[in-house]
């Protein structure tokens, strides 16, 4: 599976974005799917995660802010990102794995495929 992350940008306090990751390959329905962001000088952190079924978790941080969810006939997953805030200042990277949901899916060890980030700056 090969991923690529797009719909960054430059937002003000309050903004929102729409973050899309396209995957190649077969099967997609099959993943787990997840968001996971690093701002500079930080540890990556999870974000929130699809599961195959369609369940939804979330980071508390961005809970009720941001929304993820996915769509398998186009093969992508996004993360609408509301209300932004300064903190949510990082580079926004999607993953995929079929077992990560049942291992731990806040854990980016987990998963097997990593996209290549796409970078969300959000000014006050």
């Known amino acids: 599976v090969q991923l690529q992350a797009s719909g960054g940008g430059s937002v003000q306090a309050g903004g929102s974005l729409r973050l899309s990751c396209a995957a190649s390959?077969?099967?997609?329905?099959?993943?787990?799917m997840a968001w996971f962001r690093q701002a500079p000088g930080k540890e990556r952190e999870f974000v929130a995660v699809v599961s195959r079924t369609g369940g939804r978790q979330y980071n508390t941080d961005v809970k009720g802010r941001f929304t993820i969810s996915r769509d398998n006939a186009k093969n992508t997953v996004y993360l609408q990102l509301n209300s932004l805030k300064p903190g949510d200042t990082a580079g926004y990277y999607c993953?995929?794995?079929?077992?990560?949901?049942?291992?731990?899916?806040?854990?980016?060890?987990?998963?097997?495929?990593w996209g290549q980030g796409t970078l969300v700056t959000v000014s006050s």
């Open positions: 993953a995929a794995d079929l077992d990560a949901y049942s291992r731990g899916y806040d854990d980016g060890s987990n998963y097997l495929y």
């Open positions: 390959g077969r099967s997609f329905s099959s993943y787990v």
